[in-house]
């Protein structure tokens, strides 16, 4: 449940010589707009012995993160924040490329769209691929993150008002920093589990921080105490405090001393 440590992971980096063009391409492993701008960026490569590609392939959790910590959302400001970016690196002196962005002049490109044209224009490299192919192959890097991840995967799904919204909101649980809140989660998520999570309404909404569901116990009015699946108790200990909950996508058990009561998605604004 709790995420590891925050790390963006680098793929495809080239040598950074003082006579190298450095494009930086970011975004969702997931989404097909990333996968374009990655494929075309890879082709851009191996077409241009005078460009370097810092390519950074992510989960969604992390690409907010990542645009705040490079400080890209303050350089651009007007770039949408769920789109993969590409820019060009300020090669000056002194500029590190893992900073904060702080004192860097970064060359704004865009989003996938803006790439396509940016690549056609200034080097006359076409995009190649069909919606259909880049639907294909963001199936295809979500598949390698799981095999590498080898964490288990768990999915929720919501409704508002009888509606139910088929978009799925995929959970990677941790078991390595906690195995027992991990296993009970997965447990209650499955619809063979008898008062499980399915159809417990969300009893609380903070605008801007969290929401929280769960309530296994009182069916949902989130004033029941227990809630494990693991014993007949109804409870287990607490494991670890080492998480911070400092941004979005964030899902822990709330307990109360040693009684987990409900599940929390902490989505810091």
Known sequence: MPPQPVHFPICDPMSRGSDKVVYEVAGVLTDPNFQRMRHLALDLRDHESSVS???????????????TSRGLTRQFPNHPKSAPIAFMHDTSANNNDDGDGEGTMNTYIGDADAFVEFCA????????????DCLQHSTEAWDAYRAHSRNLFC???????????????IVELFDDVCPKACENFAALCRPETQHGYAGLPIHRIVPGGWIQGGDVVTGGRGDGVGGSALNEEGVFEDEAFSVSHDKAGILVCISITVLVEWITFVCAS
């Open 53 to 67: 590609i810092l390519m950074r392939s992510m989960v969604e959790a992390d690409f907010g993160p990542y645009l």
């Open 155 to 169: 999915f929720l799904k919501f409704a508002t008002d009888g509606q139910v919204y088929h978009d799925r909101v």
């Open 121 to 132: 224009q200034k080097y006359g490299i076409a995009d190649q691929l069909t919606h259909r």
